[in-house]
Each structure stands twice: as structure tokens, then as C-alpha cells.
T-cell receptor, first 107, second 113 residues
Framework: GIQVEQSPPDLILQEGANSTLRCNFS?????LQWFHQNPWGQLINLFY???GTKQNGRLSATTVATERYSLLYISSSQTTDSGVYFC?????????FGTGTSLTVIP | DAEITQSPRHKITETGRQVTLACHQT?????MFWYRQDLGHGLRLIHY???????NKGEVSDGYSVSRSNTEDLPLTLESAASSQTSVYFC????????????FGNGTRLTVT
């Protein structure tokens, strides 16, 4: 299967700061998905992005499929952004997950 | 709105007992998946199904079984619960075609004593 690596593993931010999370994948994929796991454990879909850039409020994602990576940008971070961010590479009917980036936003 | 419902949300059971975790989706998705999440291991695939009567083993399938008798449900059974199976279990589904996103249920926290 595909290897998916996320960096950094942990991140602590002051409220209002910006951050970039990275997801590298080892082979060609059909699509790339970003999730946020909130402190209650729910896995929330953020983006489903095979290539290019998508934006949703303060969050945006860019996938460069030819170079096998995706970036998640969080601007003006808020305490509610805390949690773990996972990326998952989609090949056909299978999804391969990274081990996540744990984000803590401090007031 | 379509959703995935897992039940129960929390379960405590004893070693050796059979346990079944329910997963019901109203997306009408062909593909359904079971994952477990443990500290230090991220999400690991237990079993998956691409349609009715289809089931497949994932990377950590030992001690678990699933059955798919209809589109909506994929129950996960622990035949004889072990303490190593204490975990949070997530069910997920996707449409079944390329380029269809994965949707998760809210998880079941299982404790085996």
C-alpha cells in the first residue's frame, strides 16, 4: 500500500497565528482527503482535493499530485482548531492514512 | 441529511465475551470500512466491504468478523473479546467509485476488562 507521512507530528500555536501542515504520499493517488479530529473524537471532513487549491473560510488545502504532497493551511488560528489533523490518500476504493498532526491552539 | 450511526457509543465488556458493534449508514454507499484507533497507531483498517455479501480483511483483522447482508449495515463482531481489543472503533463509508470521499461515524469506545 501507499505510505503517507505527515509533518509536523505536534504543533502548538498562539491564537491568531498561521500554520501549514504537510502530507507526503509515496505513490500516485486518485484523491487526497483531510480530516480534523476534534477533542470529542469526531472525524470531520475538511477537504477532498485531488489537485489544485480549495478554500473554506480560514482553512485552505493545496495538493500537488505530480510531486506527491498536500498542504493544509490554517490562518488566524482559534482554540476550536485544536485537535488532530489526518490526511488520507485514496487509491481506487482504498484509503491510506497518515499518523496525524496534533495541533494545540493556546488562547 | 445522510449520516453514519454507530452504536453503542460506549461499551464495557469482559474478556472472552462476544461483542457486536453496529454501523448503519443512510448514504446508500457501496463501500463500508471498520477502523480502530489507538494511541501511537493512528487509524488501522480492520475489515471492509465493497457491497452486499462482500467482505475483506484489513491489516488488523484477527479476532474480528463482519457480515454485509444489506447496503446500510456492516456490524463488527469480536468473537472472544481480549484486552488488546480495547480501543475506539470507527465505521466509515464511501460511494464506491473512484474519487468519492470517505465519511465517518462518531465512533464506539470499547473497553475490555
Amino acid at each position: 500500500g501507499i505510505q503517507v507521512e505527515q509533518s509536523p507530528p505536534d504543533l502548538i500555536l498562539q491564537e491568531g497565528a498561521n500554520s501549514t501542515l504537510r502530507c507526503n504520499f509515496s505513490d500516485s493517488v486518485n484523491n487526497l482527503q483531510w480530516f480534523h479530529q476534534n477533542p470529542w473524537g469526531q472525524l470531520i471532513n475538511l477537504f477532498y482535493i485531488p489537485s489544485g487549491t480549495k478554500q473554506n473560510g480560514r482553512l485552505s488545502a493545496t495538493t500537488v499530485a505530480t510531486e506527491r504532497y498536500s498542504l493544509l493551511y490554517i490562518s488566524s488560528s482559534q482554540t476550536t482548531d485544536s485537535g488532530v489533523y489526518f490526511c488520507a490518500a485514496n487509491t481506487g476504493n482504498q484509503f491510506y492514512f497518515g499518523t496525524g498532526t496534533s495541533l494545540t491552539v493556546i488562547p | 441529511d445522510a449520516e453514519i450511526t454507530q452504536s453503542p457509543r460506549h461499551k464495557i465488556t469482559e474478556t472472552g465475551r462476544q461483542v457486536t458493534l453496529a454501523c448503519h449508514q443512510t448514504w446508500n454507499h457501496n463501500n463500508m470500512f471498520w477502523y480502530r484507533q489507538d494511541l501511537g497507531h493512528g487509524l488501522r483498517l480492520i475489515h471492509y466491504s465493497y457491497g452486499v455479501q462482500d467482505t475483506n480483511k484489513g491489516e488488523v483483522s484477527d479476532g474480528y468478523s463482519v457480515s454485509r447482508s444489506n447496503t446500510e449495515d456492516l456490524p463488527l463482531t469480536l468473537e472472544s473479546a481480549a484486552s488488546s481489543q480495547t480501543s475506539v472503533y470507527f465505521c466509515a463509508s464511501s460511494e464506491g467509485q473512484n474519487n468519492s470521499p470517505l465519511h465517518f461515524g462518531n465512533g464506539t469506545r470499547l473497553t475490555v476488562t
